[in-house]
């Protein structure tokens, strides 16, 4: 059974940080690229980052230099540090693993971003 269990979430002020985590069973993490996703009402979803099996790391150009994206193989677990929110952050952020053939997703976490 393959679980992608975002956290980290939550409510901040514009200019605040925040760490989410996911936290991956099921799949063999350290050979996966690993993403994380955004979604925000009446938006598509969009790629905010992600990293590969050897620690390649790509970035939508709207967080290039506010988010970072990390991965501890020993601990199934993918972080995107996420620093000078601003309130367009504000979306359900997914956790996703790229398991050629098929992606998973985590259920989701919010984060929203106040002016």
């Known amino acids: 059974q393959v679980q992608l269990v975002e956290s980290g979430g939550g409510l901040v002020q514009a200019g605040g940080s925040l760490r989410l985590s996911c936290a991956a069973s099921?799949?063999?993490?350290?050979?996966?690229?690993m993403g994380w996703y955004r979604q925000a009402p009446g938006k598509q979803r969009e790629l905010v980052a992600l990293?590969?099996?050897?620690?390649?790391?790509n970035y939508a150009d709207s967080v290039k230099g506010r988010f970072t994206i990390s991965r501890d193989n020993a601990k199934n677990t993918v972080y995107l540090q996420m620093n000078s929110l601003k309130p367009e952050d504000t979306a359900v952020y997914y956790c996703?693993?790229?398991?050629?053939?098929?992606?998973?997703w985590g259920k989701g976490t919010l984060v929203t971003v106040t002016s």
């Open positions: 996703n693993a790229n398991a050629f053939p098929v992606n998973y």
């Open positions: 099921g799949i063999r993490f350290s050979i996966n690229t």
């Open positions: 990293i590969t099996s050897v620690d390649s790391t």
